[in-house]
């Protein structure tokens, strides 16, 4: 079963729009780890954030923001007036005891934006 | 400090042959984990190493093996290969513990081609 479902395959937007990025997981774990990375073309996965279980509390970081909510086992991203170089693949992974903390990635939505 | 490291960035190989991949965590990381990458199948975990010992492997062949040494470096090897572990291969280190929750940060990949 997936454990983590990114329903949205592709996004493709005009820069200086918002986007936003679903990302559903699935757990019976209580503590657990969320993560989002960023994979440019160059292939590196690059590390954006982690939220542990216990923490519900919204980020934001620059343009990025994330809304965890536990009650629709949710952990959103959204990217705030989106410029070209946040072209990427972007991919929302889970870490649960229950599958001893290894990583558990989504599909991965690619973002696309244009000049 | 410097990233995750792995070479070689680029093989290719032919059918049947063998394969080892080198990847060097970051200064201090203690574990190593292998993530397979197809269009298919997305981000699959192959295996994690701590302290030189295997702690996880996901679900893939004998063909695929890896191993740690006492700096932490650790290679993957795969033999007989077949076309369909044509991939991009990443590695990714964290500090680690033995059951470790810590962030993991990812290499660039190596990216194997089998003709």
């Known amino acids: 079963a997936q454990k983590v479902t990114q329903a949205q395959t592709e996004i493709s937007v005009v820069e200086k729009e918002d986007v936003t990025l679903d990302c559903v997981y699935e757990?019976?774990?209580?503590?657990?780890?969320l993560f989002w990375y960023k994979q440019p073309p160059s292939g590196e996965l690059v590390f954006l954030i982690r939220r542990n279980s216990f923490d519900e509390q919204n980020e934001i970081s620059g343009r990025y923001s994330w809304n965890f909510q536990k009650s629709t086992s949710s952990f959103n991203f959204t990217i705030t007036a989106s410029q070209v170089v946040d072209s990427a693949v972007y991919f929302c992974?889970?870490?649960?005891?229950?599958?001893?903390?290894?990583?558990?990635f989504g599909a991965g939505t690619t973002v696309t934006v244009r000049a | 400090k410097a990233g995750v490291t792995q070479t070689p960035r680029y093989l290719i190989k032919t059918r049947g042959q063998q394969v080892t991949l080198s990847c060097s965590p970051i200064?201090?990381?203690?574990?190593v984990s292998w993530y397979q990458q197809t269009p298919g199948q997305g981000l699959q975990f192959l295996f994690e190493?701590?302290?030189?010992?295997?702690?996880n492997k996901g679900n893939f062949p004998g063909r695929f093996s890896g191993r740690q040494f006492s700096n932490s470096r650790s290679e993957m090897n795969v033999s007989t290969l077949e076309l369909g572990d044509s991939a991009l291969y990443l590695c990714?280190?964290?500090?680690?513990?033995?059951?470790?929750?810590?962030?993991?940060?990812f290499g660039p990949g190596t990216r194997l081609t089998v003709l």
């Open positions: 190493y701590f302290s030189e010992t295997q702690r």
């Open positions: 200064s201090g990381h203690r574990s």
């Open positions: 992974a889970l870490s649960e005891l229950a599958n001893d903390y290894k990583l558990s």
């Open positions: 990714a280190s964290s500090l680690g513990q033995v059951v470790s929750t810590d962030t993991q940060y």
């Open positions: 757990t019976r774990d209580t503590t657990y780890y």
